[in-house]
T-cell receptor
Framework: DQQVKQNSPSLSVQEGRISILNCDYT??????FLWYKKYPAEGPTFLIS?????DKNEDGRFTVFLNKSAKHLSLHIVPSQPGDSAVYFC????????????FGKGTHLIIQP | GAGVSQSPSNKVTEKGKDVELRCDPI?????LYWYRQSLGQGLEFLIY????????KSGLPSDRFSAERTGGSVSTLTIQRTQQEDSAVYLC??????????????FGEGSWLTVV
C-alpha cells in the first residue's frame, strides 16, 4: 500500500508557465514533507521542504503548499525553465516512523520551449 | 569530494553471483541510508544506520540483502545470489542526524546494478 502517491507519472509544461506537481499521502502521522529533484544518471537532490505546522513554504521560483485536511501537497514552479525538466519525488517523514523517508514514485516534468 | 560517493557506478553481474556496493557518506554525517529505485518505481527504503545504534533493516526485501557500516563511516550493501529482479539503481544517502525532520539527506549518484 503506497503511503505517498504521485498520480501523474509525467507532466508537460510550456516554458515560462507554472508547473504544478501534486502529491497525496495517507499516513496522518507524517509531519514533514520534502521534494527531491532527479536528473538522469544522477542521485536525487533536495529541493524544498515543509513542516506540518505550516501550509506554505517559498524558495525563489519554488513554492510548496500543504493541505493537511486533504492530505495533499503540491509543488509550484513559476516561471518554469528548461533546466527544471527532471523527475520530482515527493517524500514524507513521520517522527515515530521506522523507515526513514517514504517516497512517491515521482513525476517526470518536461518543460517545452 | 564533498558529496556522497558510491562505487561501482555500474555493475553487470550474472544471476546467482554475489555483489557488493560501497558508499562513502559525507564526512561528519552520522546517518546513512540505502534506497533503491527499480525501473518505473519510486525510491524504496532498504536500511538506515544512525551512529552506533543498531541499524533499521526493516526495508531489506529478503535475507539475501545485508549491509554493514564500519567505523561509523563507509557502508557496504551486499546482495547474495543475485536475481534479475534485483536490477535497480542502489542509492546511498547521508545526513547530519536523525532521519527526515530538519536534516536534509544528500544522495550519491547511485550504483546501477544489472543482473543478467
Amino acid at each position: 500500500d503506497q503511503q505517498v502517491k504521485q498520480n501523474s507519472p509525467s507532466l508537460s509544461v510550456q516554458e515560462g508557465r507554472i508547473s504544478i506537481l501534486n502529491c497525496d499521502y495517507t499516513n496522518s502521522m507524517f509531519d514533514y514533507f520534502l521534494w527531491y529533484k532527479k536528473y538522469p544518471a544522477e542521485g536525487p537532490t533536495f529541493l524544498i521542504s515543509i513542516s506540518s505546522i505550516k501550509d506554505k513554504n517559498e524558495d525563489g521560483r519554488f513554492t510548496v503548499f500543504l493541505n493537511k485536511s486533504a492530505k495533499h501537497l503540491s509543488l509550484h514552479i513559476v516561471p518554469s525553465q528548461p533546466g527544471d525538466s527532471a523527475v520530482y519525488f515527493c517524500a514524507a517523514y513521520s517522527g515515530g516512523g521506522a523507515d526513514g523517508l517514504t517516497f512517491g514514485k515521482g513525476t517526470h516534468l518536461i518543460i517545452q520551449p | 569530494g564533498a558529496g556522497v560517493s558510491q562505487s561501482p557506478s555500474n555493475k553487470v553481474t550474472e544471476k546467482g553471483k554475489d555483489v557488493e556496493l560501497r558508499c562513502d557518506p559525507i564526512s561528519g554525517h552520522t546517518a546513512l541510508y540505502w534506497y533503491r529505485q527499480s525501473l518505473g518505481q519510486g525510491l524504496e527504503f532498504l536500511i538506515y544506520f544512525q551512529g552506533n545504534s543498531a541499524p533499521d533493516k526493516s526495508g531489506l526485501p529478503s535475507d539475501r540483502f545485508s549491509a554493514e557500516r564500519t567505523g561509523g563511516s563507509v557502508s557496504t550493501l551486499t546482495i547474495q545470489r543475485t536475481q534479475q529482479e534485483d536490477s535497480a539503481v542502489y542509492l546511498c544517502a547521508s545526513s547530519l542526524g536523525n532521519r527526515g525532520g530538519g536534516n536534509t539527506i544528500y544522495f550519491g549518484e547511485g550504483s546501477w546494478l544489472t543482473v543478467v
